[in-house]
């Protein structure tokens, strides 16, 4: 059965508004309204709605653009201290009490693991194509930032990580190109899908991202390690395994060497308790 999914971004976004509106351009799509949207379009059958605020701050999915939509794909820049090339796909969330960059502290986003990793194939489909993969990186991100209200699953799919790379026509191509494929393909991956969350690991988790590229794991939320080192609460770990669309995850892939005895101690209880088989990577 078809999905039926939503796309959003924010107007003060350069990344997020160009491959919106690429979208647009490419498939065909047209202006509609959408309640509480300063613009809105329907492209491919989805709706898609620019906001005022941030992307970070979209706490209004649930009702906005299309109110029927299952799960929405937020656009958004990406940034980086390094000024790292990358395109990424992550779930938000704020896992330990840092709720600087939006959302409320300790609560997590619903995932929606078959669609970030038809998101990430569709990255690294869409950038051999427009070339960017010579200078990007396809990655997934450790969960972070907001918006959490919402109950609908969200999925951000980033450029980064320069106001250059923010206003790169090729980049938006590749970011329209890879929504596209990835909503093409969604069912297909989804019947295959063994839902699983991450564990441990940097916040570009290497591991985590070969295996949604290679393996039948989905892969939801990612808990890096330095957010166990800030402090993760049983209860947020918990909600890793569970808060995942359609159903919860199955695996917890622990990356075991970056986490010290006390952590992977109280993650297998919460695995334990929760019926979730745990495998090292």
């Known amino acids: 059965m078809a999905r039926r999914i939503a796309v ?19 498939y065909g799509g047209e202006r509609v309204e959408c309640p ?48 790292r090339k990358s395109l990424t796909v992550h779930h938000p969330g704020n896992p330990t009490s840092d709720n600087s960059l939006g959302g409320e502290p300790y609560r997590l986003a ?55 790379d923010w206003g790169s026509r090729r980049g938006w191509e590749t970011i329209a ?12 991956v989804e019947a295959k899908c063994i839902p699983a969350a991450g564990f441990g690991g940097p916040h570009y988790p290497q591991k985590h991202t070969r295996l949604q590229m290679e393996s039948e794991y989905c892969v939801g939320h990612v808990i890096p390690r330095y957010a166990f080192d800030r402090g993760v609460p049983r209860e947020v770990l918990r909600a890793a395994l569970e808060r995942s669309y ?27 308790e929760a019926g979730v088989v745990v495998e090292y990577i």
């Open 8 to 26: 959003a971004y924010s107007l003060r976004d350069p990344a997020g508004t160009g491959s919106a509106r690429m979208l647009v351009e490419l």
């Open 36 to 83: 509480g949207a300063s613009e809105c379009f329907e492209v491919l059958g989805l709706k898609l709605g620019g906001f005022t605020e941030d992307s970070t701050g979209l706490e209004m999915l649930d009702s906005t653009p299309d109110p029927g939509a299952e799960a929405v794909i937020v656009l958004s820049r990406h940034r980086s201290e390094s000024g």
């Open 110 to 164: 619903r995932s929606y693991p078959a669609l970030a990793k038809s998101l990430l194939r569709g990255l690294v489909e869409a950038s051999r194509e427009t070339g960017l993969d010579e200078t990007h990186e396809v990655t997934l991100e450790a969960t972070h930032h907001g918006p959490t209200r919402p109950e609908k699953p969200l999925v951000f799919v980033e450029l980064g990580s320069t106001p250059e």
């Open 177 to 188: 190109i890879a929504v596209a494929r990835a909503l093409e393909a969604l069912e297909g």
């Open 246 to 272: 359609p159903l919860p995850a199955r695996v917890a892939l622990v990356e075991k060497k970056s986490l010290k005895a006390p952590q992977r101690k109280a993650l297998l209880e919460v695995a334990g």
